[in-house]
């Protein structure tokens, strides 16, 4: 479980009244049960009298500090699965019903169906290397269907976040955004903010060989894949929150990989390539370890593992771009 002052609290009563708003005064909750794995929403798992299960996601209290590409992402959410659920057959949850007026809540909520299966952070140790691949060729077929939807700009899927021509554009508010969070934070980082907005400004040509704007999950890791322990087929994805129209390379899912990959075999594209395909890929882990870095000051998690995490691989990575 990770704690985090983000999570909006939700009581039994309050579940109750929700309920009664999504399906109608007759139905009846009878298990409420708080999804302990996320780190920034709320989400409860609800079981109704005649035995539908569903989960109800909450967006942060809003009077809580929330990174700057977090804001809207609720909006964001909804709006992402229900474009994949459409245009691709990933296994995504249906959302039946959503609220914005906060009446229940001070903040915006939704309720989708919930997914069967195994987290596949629980499973994945339990399984054999034949096994895993099995699974990991699901997601990247899985991923290069989600990569089949494009959009005519660059930019975070938040229906109020900015929208921009260029790739590098993009990419470079992404970062600059970031580091004045990190920055209003008064976060150290290893090296000065504006090294690292130099370095992206500097990469603005590599970063613009991604002409195509595609739909980019971006936080697709284990603990947001639901599993059949029996099968091994992927049940379902979770967690569209961060999605954005980018570059493919920018899911975290080819975070280590190379060229030869067997990951890289299945997604079907030479994704790594290229030098300039694997430069890029190098800016992305730094953003993703920048992330780590910056966000647990805002969420004031009970324990620095994460941070320290992203500060240890933030290191590895500014060496592997010429900046220590």
Wanted: aromatic fraction near 8%; charged fraction near 25%; hydrophobic fraction near 40%.
């Amino acid at each position: 479980m990770v704690e985090s002052i983000s999570k909006t609290p939700v009581s039994r009563h309050v579940a109750e009244s929700i309920v009664s708003d999504a399906f109608g005064p007759e139905a009846s909750l009878v298990e409420f049960d708080e999804c302990t794995e996320g780190w920034f929403n709320a989400a409860h798992r609800l079981t109704l009298a005649d035995g539908r299960r569903f989960v109800l996601k909450v967006a942060p209290p809003p009077d809580v500090a929330v990174l700057t590409y977090e804001h809207d992402i609720m909006a964001t959410e909804v709006a992402a699965m229900r474009l994949v659920h459409e245009r691709t057959s990933v296994p995504v949850p249906t959302v039946v019903w959503s609220d914005t007026s906060c009446r229940r809540l001070p903040s915006p909520l939704f309720v989708m169906t919930c997914c069967d299966g195994t987290l596949l952070s629980e499973l994945r140790r339990t399984l054999s290397p034949d096994q895993q691949r099995h699974v990991d060729a699901q997601l990247a077929r899985f991923l290069r269907a989600m990569h089949s939807i494009t959009h005519p700009t660059f930019g975070l899927q938040a229906p109020t976040a900015p929208t921009f021509d260029r790739w590098s554009e993009a990419f470079h508010r992404l970062v600059d955004d970031l580091l004045a969070d990190g920055e209003r934070a008064g976060v150290a980082l290893p090296v000065h903010p504006d090294r690292l907005r130099t370095l992206v400004r500097d990469h603005s040509d590599v970063l613009d060989e991604v002409a195509i704007a595609s739909f980019v999950h971006w936080d697709l890791w284990d603990p947001n894949v639901f599993i059949d322990p029996v099968t091994l087929d992927v049940v379902g994805v979770i967690d569209f929150e961060r999605a954005l129209w980018g570059d493919p390379l920018m899911e975290g899912q080819f975070f280590g990989k190379t060229a030869e990959s067997p990951f890289l075999d299945d997604y079907g594209i030479p994704a790594l390539a290229t030098p300039e395909a694997r430069q890029r890929r190098l800016l992305y882990d730094m953003y993703l370890f920048l992330v780590m870095t910056i966000e647990s000051t805002y969420r004031h998690y009970p324990t620095d593992d994460i941070e320290r995490m992203g500060r240890r691989q933030l290191d590895v990575t500014l060496g592997s771009l010429g900046l220590d």
